[in-house]
């Protein structure tokens, strides 16, 4: 059973991603892909270089990420233009990964893949199930300002570029809201995999 994870920012994927894993799933990640994809002074950094001028990229040939998203967070057509760069190649890994591991586990087996992008992607038709991961945008807020030392007014900018959760929460099969503690969070993914396994034989939204 393929599953994709995606939320907002800051609102704990990766945390339940890791949970699902402990729980059994295989787990695979679009940010973990485009870390591979993205290989200093590879084809890929290259375009983005060429795409964006040589500040984006560091005296060793890798992303100055800080660089990067200073530029594509506030211009939506420069996100635009780097996604048209990175994506098909993220993807292409991805698939490969899935179709690798698909052939030698039993059908029901969860394979979640995290995908913060899913929707705004328009890559719901991959999945037989979708979780979304959610918070209040206060809490995004916090949680980015403290992880990435960013003040509110570039924390809400991050925000903005993606769908609202509600947005996201109202296309998903399973809905994760993020706002407690760790003991909380772990309580709520037991529950989701139990389900997850219960739904396994069901008939698949991409059916």
């Known amino acids: 059973m393929l599953v994709g994870i995606t939320g907002g920012i800051a609102s704990g994927k990766s945390a339940v991603t890791r949970l699902l894993r402990e729980r059994g799933a295989v787990v695979f990640s679009a940010d973990e892909a485009s870390r591979a994809v993205l290989t200093a002074r590879g084809p890929i950094l290259k375009a983005i270089g060429e795409a964006f001028g040589p500040e984006v ?11 990067l998203g200073s530029r594509i967070f506030a211009d939506a057509e420069a996100r635009d233009r780097l996604n048209r760069i990175v994506h098909p190649a993220i993807l292409r890994l991805l698939r490969a990964q899935i ?17 913060p992008l899913l929707f705004e992607t328009n890559l719901s038709g991959w999945f ?7 918070a209040s945008e206060s ?21 903005k570029s993606q769908w609202p959760v509600a947005a996201k929460a109202e296309l998903a099969d399973f809905v994760i809201w993020n706002e407690g503690s760790l003991a909380d969070l772990e309580m709520a993914v037991e529950r989701l995999w139990e389900e997850l396994n ?10």
């Open 99 to 115: 179709d690798a591991v698909r052939e030698d586990l039993p059908v029901k087996t969860p394979i979640v893949v995290e995908v």
């Open 57 to 67: 990229i560091t005296g060793d040939g890798t992303l100055d990420r800080a660089a």
């Open 128 to 134: 037989e199930r979708i979780i979304v991961v959610g």
């Open 198 to 207: 219960e739904r396994a034989s069901e008939r698949p939204r991409n059916s």
């Open 139 to 159: 809490t995004q807020i916090a949680r980015l300002s403290a992880r990435n030392g960013l003040d509110e007014a570039k924390a809400r900018e991050r925000l």
